[in-house]
């Protein structure tokens, strides 16, 4: 084989090397920003969709939040839906179940007041994930526990902690629209 197409050869193929080591470092930070991103949510992605598409399900859900008005709540509405949720949580003495149903509306009435579209609840999900990625999983299982409840197999015991769910999500959506990703953690799942 002539020397300059050897050469060719061992360029091009050194090319394609370096090529591939660049993507995947690429990919590999890529995953690495969206875990810390994301905490929790990013797990919770891998399992539900694979390692593979995990990446693309949350980079997807980014780009459909970058599309909405959110916006932060003037001081006035955090102090009415603050009066909402003590009004909400002093009745849960006397029927919890009215107030855990009373939560779940007021929580997606503050949802719909900083700018998230009202859409089947896991699409509600997945676009809280976005900006309060460490409270999520508090609401998903807030709404399991609801939607037990309502087939007569919810104890108070979780009615309770269903509304300590409800709260983590509640205190996040009053924060200020965040510039940059949220890196807070108030966990309680």
Do not use: C
């Not at 939607?147 to 197999?153: S, T």
């Not at 509304?163 to 924060?175: A, G, H, K, N, V």
């Amino acid at each position: 084989m002539d020397p300059r197409t050897e050469i060719a050869i061992v360029v091009v193929i050194a090319i394609i090397a370096v090529l591939m080591i660049a993507w995947l470092v690429v990919r590999k930070q890529r995953t690495a920003k969206l875990r810390h991103r994301f905490g929790p949510e990013y797990d919770r992605a891998v399992h539900d969709v694979g390692q593979a598409r995990a990446d693309s399900v949350l980079l997807e859900r980014e780009k459909r939040v970058e599309q909405f008005s959110l916006r932060t709540l003037a001081s006035d509405e955090g102090e009415r839906f603050i009066t909402d949720w003590r009004l909400v949580q002093s009745r849960f003495v006397d029927d919890p179940q009215r107030a855990v149903i009373e939560a779940d509306l007021l929580v997606d009435k503050v949802m719909q007041a900083r700018g998230y579209p009202m859409s089947d609840f896991e699409q509600r999900a997945a676009d809280i994930s976005v900006g309060h990625p460490h409270v999520v999983a508090n609401y998903r299982a807030a709404h399991q526990i609801a939607l037990r409840h309502k087939q007569g197999q919810a104890s108070t015991e979780d009615l309770r902690q269903a509304m300590i769910y409800y709260r983590s999500l509640f205190d996040d959506l009053l924060e200020p629209v965040p510039a940059a990703p949220v890196t807070h953690k108030r966990e309680v799942a």
